[in-house]
């Protein structure tokens, strides 16, 4: 679907089982550095791990790369009441708890605190 849509898509795995072998940050920070990396219309969308959605943020900030992220959170109620899914971020109300089952899953990583 990607590529019928005119996207480069590059996929990692830590053991070269699919895609390119690495860590995705390791892939990101070849593309960015590069020509490549140069174009204004780059943008990211990741999900994954809490661990690896920030180290994706922090390259994402380094090189100025808008970045959504889906983050992974336990959802228990799935309509905000047990609050289960709060999450820190900084955002146009300040620093606060945001419940991703109602207000994400998806922040911009410059949103997130991370930790």
């Known amino acids: 679907e990607f590529k019928k849509m005119g996207v480069k898509l590059t996929v990692t795995t830590d053991d070269g089982s699919k895609g390119r072998r690495g860590v995705v940050t390791q ?11 140069q174009v204004s219309s780059r943008r990211m969308f990741v999900c994954g791990p809490t661990p690896m959605l920030k180290a994706v943020s922090q390259v994402a900030q380094k090189y100025e790369v808008p970045c959504e992220v889906s983050v992974e959170v336990p959802m228990a109620c799935g309509f905000g009441a047990c609050l289960g899914c709060a999450i820190e971020v900084n955002d146009s109300k300040g620093r606060r708890f945001a419940i991703a089952c109602k207000e994400g899953p998806v922040f911009s990583s410059k949103e997130i605190v991370w930790k």
């Open 27 to 37: 892939v990101l920070e070849r593309l960015f550095s590069s020509s490549l990396g």
